[in-house]
């Protein structure tokens, strides 16, 4: 069973950073597609930053320049570096992966998500 786990947020000002890390539970993580998505209460579920299983990045146009989404496959850890936050970035951070899917288009594409890490900026 595929477990995600995800740490690394808190409150900060705007202009700020913090790195989100999210572990995975199995040893063949060097095989899926993973990716950060984000969520405010009442809204929908937006994809941040992607990384498949090659380690090619994709990211929506509002983090360009701001977020770094890495893997590490001998840890078996996915990171999102995050910085000159903004409010506008407060949600609820969400790892996801899936074996076959990737990029941010398609939330209900990925089979396995983390419970999310709460990144509040104000």
């Known amino acids: 069973q595929v477990q995600l786990v995800e740490s690394g947020g808190g409150s900060v000002q705007p202009g700020g950073s913090l790195k989100l890390s999210c572990t995975f539970s199995s040893y063949t993580y060097r095989k899926f597609c993973m990716g950060w998505f984000r969520q405010v209460s009442g809204g929908e579920r937006e994809g941040v930053a992607a990384?498949?299983?090659?380690?090619?990045?994709t990211y929506v146009d509002s983090v360009k320049g701001r977020f770094t989404v890495s893997r590490d496959n001998a840890k078996n850890t996915l990171y999102l570096e995050m910085v000159t936050l903004q409010p506008e970035d407060t949600a609820t951070y969400y790892c996801?992966?899936?074996?076959?899917?990737?990029?941010?288009?398609?939330?209900?594409?990925?089979?396995?998500w983390g419970r999310g890490t709460q990144v509040t900026v104000s």
């Open positions: 990384i498949d299983n090659e380690g090619t990045p």
């Open positions: 996801a992966a899936d074996r076959l899917s990737s990029g941010l288009n398609n939330w209900r594409s990925y089979s396995y």
